[in-house]
């Protein structure tokens, strides 16, 4: 995948991720024997963080002066590509995609050199971890319906509400907190920041009731009672935290296709080798066409995810405004990385279906990728808001009018 990026700081660390993985992550998951469905102790993951860090995995996204390798877009995505691909039970944590430099996005260059010492320059090392937190029970899609509060108080703010299905927060040590600063009133929205908490404060409650479809224990509700912070806290300045939040969303949708890309790739990698070795009526399962089909179908749906991403990206790449692009992408990667795992399930006969097996993980992780970072239907408003009230058309249409001028 991805295979005509050239850059050779990208081919040397696409490199040091394999030999991390195979020479270190699989042993210690072996050793403790965890898979991606247990609860990982936090030393253990702290060890994954740091460990990463030194070997410049985890903030690989970022410029190279803030300890980064300065990787592009589209050389993130073959990284994250690879990840995926690979498997291993630890990898939302080896370039940070939980509570990493990845979680915090583009809303770094908003950030404080005070906040970038307390907050994220330990992000950067692997030594503290964080989360993005916007959603409420009841503010899901509606994101400006959110309704926990952050009141000044002389030079603090006081917090109070409740954050739903973060990711990352079992093992965050501070969350970025979109809150309601300024209440809206008829015809004007509210005004909300992003907020910096610790959460070892008094009043924070972080609660794992539930677990999502995929088993993985790194999802968490947040409640804030009275909780007080600096006001000093706000990231890029009162009132902006929305622009922010949206700020960081576009391309955090493009950067979730490749981890789909990689895991249907791998689905598919081992439909392949089964349809081979599977044998019924008397030969390999691979010669019936129904079969066949299948892996064709598998095949051509993978290329074309591929190239959209890598379109993606590289526009990304440019500065080029990217919210229905990015919307396009998450959608149909998303949708047909999916299709790509329940043809892979079907493949696989019973042994598909057996809780558990990679195939069926896959699976499951796959289909929750409609619902986060939002859903499918709110891409499709995205997507048609942009054709229809700006006239911005489909990239295709864009090149063949470029040709034809
Ligand atoms: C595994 C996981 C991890 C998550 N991680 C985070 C996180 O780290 N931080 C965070 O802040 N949030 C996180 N979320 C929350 C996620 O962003 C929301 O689940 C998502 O935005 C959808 O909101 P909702 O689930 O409340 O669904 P709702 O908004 O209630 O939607 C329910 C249904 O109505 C549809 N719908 C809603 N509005 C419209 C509309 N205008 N037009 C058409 N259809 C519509 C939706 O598409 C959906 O089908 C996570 C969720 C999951 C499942």
């Known amino acids: 995948m991805f295979d005509h990026l050239t850059n050779p700081v990208l081919i040397e660390t696409r490199a040091?991720?394999?030999?991390?993985?195979?020479?270190?992550?699989?042993?210690?998951?072996?050793?403790?024997?965890?898979g991606s469905e247990d609860p990982w102790p936090r030393e253990v993951l702290q060890g994954v963080w740091r460990r990463s860090s030194e070997l410049g995995l985890y903030a690989s996204c970022l410029p190279t002066q803030l300890g980064g390798k300065g990787l592009n877009i589209a050389e993130q995505c073959a990284l994250k590509a690879d990840l995926a691909a690979s498997g291993c039970?630890?990898?939302?944590?080896?370039?940070?995609?939980?509570?990493?430099?990845?979680?915090?996005?583009?809303?770094?260059?908003?950030?404080?050199?005070?906040?970038?010492?307390?907050?994220?320059?330990?992000?950067?090392?692997?030594?503290?971890?964080?989360c993005f937190a916007m959603t409420e029970p009841h503010s899901g899609s509606d994101a400006m319906s959110i309704s926990t509060t952050a009141v000044a108080d002389g030079d603090?703010?006081?917090?109070?509400?409740?954050?739903?299905?973060?990711?990352?927060a079992p093992f965050a040590d501070f969350a970025i907190v979109m809150c309601v600063t300024t209440p809206g009133s008829a015809g004007t929205p509210p005004s909300i920041s992003a907020v910096l908490v610790d959460l070892d404060l008094p009043g924070v409650t972080v609660s794992t009731e539930y677990t999502p479809m995929s088993g993985q224990h790194?999802?968490?509700?947040?409640?804030?009672?009275?909780?007080?912070?600096?006001?000093?806290?706000?990231?890029?300045?009162?009132?902006?935290?929305?622009?922010?939040?949206?700020?960081?969303?576009?391309?955090?949708?493009l950067l979730h296709c490749p981890t789909m890309l990689g895991l249907a790739m791998s689905v598919y990698r081992s439909s392949l080798d089964y349809a081979r070795t599977r044998r019924q009526f008397g030969g390999p399962i691979a010669r019936f066409q129904a079969i066949q089909h299948m892996l064709a179908d598998m095949a051509a749906t993978l290329w074309a995810c591929e190239s959209m991403i890598a379109q993606t990206a590289a526009l990304a790449d440019t500065g080029a405004d990217l919210r229905m692009r990015a919307a396009a992408c998450k959608l149909f990667v998303s949708e047909r990385c999916f299709e790509v795992a329940d043809k892979a399930v079907q493949i696989h006969g019973n042994v598909g279906v057996t809780r558990g097996h990679p195939v069926e993980q896959a699976f499951r992780k796959l289909r929750m990728f409609r619902i986060f970072?939002?859903?499918?239907?709110?891409?499709?408003?995205?997507?048609?808001?942009?054709?229809?009230?700006?006239?911005?058309?489909?990239?295709?249409?864009?090149?063949?009018?470029?040709?034809?001028?």
Do not use: C, W
């Open 156 to 168: 603090e703010l006081v917090i109070d509400g409740t954050k739903h299905y973060i990711s990352g």
């Open 373 to 405: 970072t939002g859903t499918s239907e709110i891409q499709r408003n995205t997507i048609a808001r942009a054709i229809l009230d700006t006239g911005e058309e489909a990239p295709a249409a864009r090149a063949r009018d470029a040709a034809a001028s």
């Open 89 to 130: 039970s630890l990898a939302p944590h080896v370039l940070g995609d939980l509570g990493g430099p990845p979680r915090v996005g583009n809303m770094l260059k908003y950030a404080t050199p005070e906040q970038i010492a307390r907050y994220f320059g330990p992000v950067i090392r692997g030594e503290r971890s964080t």
């Open 16 to 34: 040091a991720m394999r030999r991390y993985i195979e020479e270190e992550l699989r042993p210690l998951e072996a050793e403790l024997g965890l």
């Open 218 to 253: 790194i999802d968490a509700d947040i409640r804030f009672e009275q909780v007080r912070v600096p006001r000093a806290n706000i990231l890029g300045g009162e009132g902006n935290g929305f622009k922010l939040g949206m700020s960081r969303i576009n391309v955090n949708r």
